[in-house]
């Protein structure tokens, strides 16, 4: 089995900074795209951030210039450097990834349990 956890979520001032982690672990036989979702309350769940297991990434225009995604192959982690956040960041971030599991014939998403992250002052 495979599973995303997720860690560094928390409360910050606005223009504060966060780096959130999403590490995949279980029989991994190789992953493939991986990204990152928010989900604010009342609201739809959105894509913030996408990045290729080339290193390849694309993010929404909400958080371009400001969030970083990487991801550290050998590892099988991923993060998300959030800096001069806003009020308007403020959601349940999820990680997802593409993975083939070493024991199935196919790839699938995988997804994380969430993690808060709160901009307020």
């Known amino acids: 089995q495979v599973q995303l956890v997720e860690s560094g979520g928390g409360l910050v001032q606005p223009g504060g900074s966060l780096r959130l982690s999403c590490t995949a672990s279980?029989?991994?036989?190789?992953?493939?795209?991986m990204g990152w979702y928010h989900q604010a309350p009342g609201k739809q769940r959105e894509l913030v951030a996408t990045?290729?297991?080339?290193?390849?990434?694309s993010y929404a225009d909400s958080v371009k210039g400001r969030f970083a995604i990487s991801r550290d192959n050998a590892k099988n982690t991923m993060y998300l450097q959030m800096n001069s956040l806003k009020p308007e960041d403020t959601a349940v971030y999820y990680c997802?990834?593409?993975?083939?599991?070493?024991?199935?014939?196919?790839?699938?998403?995988?997804w994380g349990q969430g993690t808060q992250v709160t901009v307020s002052s």
């Open positions: 990045i290729t297991s080339a290193g390849s990434t």
């Open positions: 997802y990834a593409n993975i083939r599991d070493s024991g199935l014939g196919y790839r699938m998403n995988y």
């Open positions: 279980g029989s991994i036989f190789s992953i493939y795209d």
